[in-house]
């Protein structure tokens, strides 16, 4: 079965690297924030061996900025998280969720304080730019928010640092993970953050300025060949074995961060002001029933995840499987699911209903091994 065509038109916003990644073979894209996001340049099993190899530039321009900028800039973010922001100091970036008033996981994004009084949201893919100012407006805010021009480019792969030193520099092996500096290319300076959606370590440039994107682009491949620089992309199969979240996919709006692993950052008594704090006071009073966690799921490989997959323990109702991917390395499928209390703890043996048939799985504690 060939793979259905993707129609584009304005709507479906190209990025500012578009043209680089189709002359490196992109095979698939998908949709974030409206935007292309590339899914697969090589079969799965290679894209994924050569990013815990070597290293890969992504073009995640689909993980949008949503600029808050003002007297009330920081009052703004923070009714959108209950992460306390009092030490998100100019230079660092926070992993913040975004609730709506009843707790509900509106977004994940990574939250950067860029200047006084202005913050950068790097969202996941939901519109946080319309919550944003339907808040200011509603609140009378002393803010203006807008989604400027920058567009991330990921560095991610074990050569991450040396792909990086070689293009911007030695400063930027002293950048902390999660801190950023800002850096000089050609007549300008990015943000560069030690951050990524993988955790094969690396950096994110914020492109700011859609004309410099291709220079960016290739300035790393030009000092990167004997590192084996490749186009790459946010690869599904690390990504779960890694246990990183995907907003849409793994939680939505009707899960809390309590129930999505998230509670480190739920700051009942540090984020005055968040729009479900009262929610999330009495989600932590009453307790959570389900959570998300790891499983293994046995028998050869499954397909991809695109509703949830039941899953159940003595045929009886234990929750469902969200995202599903067979690992090459470690040659078992490895999965992220929403979990009930009763069956939660790793060892846990369920049996998972994919799409193609019944299989026996485990609740996992990271990492798989
Ligand atoms: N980088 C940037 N923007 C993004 C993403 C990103 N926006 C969309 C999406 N990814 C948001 N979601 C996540 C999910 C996980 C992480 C980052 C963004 C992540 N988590 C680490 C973890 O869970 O171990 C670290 C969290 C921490 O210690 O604070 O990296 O990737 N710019």
Redesign the pocket.
């Known amino acids: 079965m060939s793979a259905p065509l993707l129609s584009c038109s304005r709507r479906l916003r190209r990025t500012p690297f578009s043209a680089r990644v189709e002359a490196a073979g992109i095979r698939a894209y998908t949709v974030y924030n409206h935007m292309l996001l590339p899914t697969s340049f090589d079969t799965p099993a290679s894209d994924y061996f050569h990013l815990k190899t070597h290293v890969q530039v992504w073009d995640?321009a689909c993980?949008r900025q949503v600029q808050v900028k003002g007297r009330d800039a920081l009052k703004l973010v923070q009714m959108m998280t209950p992460r306390s922001l009092a030490k998100l100091d100019y230079g660092r970036?926070?992993?913040t969720p975004f609730v709506d008033e009843n707790g509900g996981m509106i977004?994940?994004?990574?939250t950067?304080k860029v200047d006084e009084g202005c913050y950068w949201i790097?969202?996941?893919?939901s519109d946080v730019l319309l919550l944003a100012k339907g808040l200011a407006c509603g609140a009378g805010l002393n803010v203006e928010v807008c989604e400027p021009d920058v567009s991330?480019l990921?560095v991610q792969g074990p050569k991450a640092d040396d792909l990086m030193a070689r293009a911007f520099g030695e400063q930027v092996r002293d950048i902390g993970?999660?801190r950023f500096e800002r850096l000089a290319f050609e007549d300008t300076t990015f943000v560069v953050?030690r951050?990524?959606?993988s955790?094969q370590g690396g950096f994110?440039i914020?492109v700011e300025g859609s004309e410099y994107a291709e220079a960016v682009w290739d300035a790393l491949f030009a000092v990167g060949a004997d590192l084996k620089v490749r186009a790459g992309c946010?690869n599904s199969i690390e990504r779960i074995e890694?246990?990183?979240?995907?907003?849409g996919n793994d939680m939505t709006i009707e899960d809390t961060p309590f129930e999505c692993g998230l509670g480190k950052?739920v700051h009942l008594d540090k984020a005055e002001g968040c729009i479900g704090l009262e929610a999330l006071r009495r989600q932590a009073a009453r307790g959570h029933a389900r959570e998300i966690c790891s499983l293994r799921i046995d028998g050869d490989a499954v397909p991809g995840c695109t509703e949830p997959w039941p899953v159940e323990v003595a045929g009886e109702p234990a929750g469902y499987v969200t995202s599903a991917a067979w690992s090459p390395g470690l040659e078992f499928n490895v999965a992220l699911g929403m979990i009930n209390k009763p069956h939660w703890a790793p060892g846990t043996a369920v049996e998972v209903i994919a799409i193609d048939g019944k299989r026996p799985g485990t609740v996992v504690a990271l990492p798989f091994e």
């Open positions: 995640v993980e970036c926070f992993y977004n994940d994004p990574v950067l790097s969202i996941a893919d991330p990921a993970f999660f953050a951050s990524g959606y955790k994110e914020y946010p890694s246990g990183l979240l995907s907003h950052y």
